[in-house]
């Protein structure tokens, strides 16, 4: 069966920071994966998403990059973490454009 | 992608069936309803999709009138572990497509 792994479930930075979360997909291949945020009290905002190895789509300009390096992996990062990164971070994956996602357990950022 | 409009807040006692509407009166003809829902601190978890006819699963029941401006997600027999954060989403399948989620209902099971 498919899983998702996310990793780590909380996380406190200091704001100048880097970042890095890493998304790990098992039991299928070439999924699409997302990452979205969600800040306290508000909806999820779509970040990034892949439909590919090194195929990035960013759906907002921020902080953040994403990266693609193998088939079932998708990482977060940010060079220089500002107070407004932090949030509950989510990877999702989904087998083709009709299936509805499959998200982690996310991790929780708090930046200080 | 069309926008959907949802109660804030409903209450559902424990045993009853819960029914969770969501009105999408701009909804395009190659466009589905999706629901998801989220658990306090967890990610959000697929329910159930459709286009015209309604669906059944084993989490619920989704139905979509006829003229498919509007829809309703049924939990038959609610329990407390269903209170959560309910969200529809109209979309069309198409990757590049993205899920959009909104404030959506956020559902209390009374024991």
């Known amino acids: 069966s498919q899983t998702i792994h996310q990793w780590p479930a909380t996380l406190v930075q200091p704001v100048g920071s880097p970042l890095s979360l890493e998304c790990t997909v098992e039991?299928?291949?070439?999924?699409?994966l997302y990452w979205y945020r969600q800040a306290a009290g508000r909806g999820l905002q779509l970040l990034f998403y892949?439909?590919?190895?090194?195929?990035i789509s960013s759906e907002v300009p921020q902080n953040l990059s994403a990266s693609r390096p193998q088939d079932r992996q998708f990482i977060l990062s940010s060079k220089k973490l500002l107070l407004s990164d932090s949030g509950f971070y989510l990877c999702?994956?989904?087998?083709?454009?009709?299936?509805?996602?499959?998200f982690g357990s996310g991790t929780r950022l708090t930046v200080v | 992608d069309a926008k959907t409009t949802q109660p804030t807040s409903m209450d559902c006692a424990e045993g009853r069936a819960a029914n969770l509407p969501c009105n999408h009166s701009?909804?395009?003809?190659?466009?589905?309803v999706y629901w998801y829902r989220q658990i306090h601190s967890q990610g959000p978890q697929y329910i159930i999709h459709?286009?015209?006819n309604n669906e059944t699963n084993e989490m619920a029941s989704l139905i979509i009138t006829e003229d498919r401006k509007s829809s309703t997600l049924i939990l038959p027999h609610a329990t407390l572990r269903d209170t959560a954060v309910y969200y529809c989403?109209?979309?069309?399948?198409?990757?590049?497509?993205?899920?959009?989620f909104g404030t959506g209902t956020s559902l209390t099971v009374i024991p």
């Open positions: 999702a994956w989904s087998v083709d454009s009709l299936s509805g996602y499959t």
């Open positions: 039991g299928t291949s070439n999924p699409n």
């Open positions: 892949s439909v590919g190895i090194g195929q």
């Open positions: 701009t909804i395009s003809g190659n466009e589905y």
């Open positions: 459709g286009l015209k």
């Open positions: 989403i109209v979309r069309v399948a198409n990757t590049g497509n993205q899920f959009y």
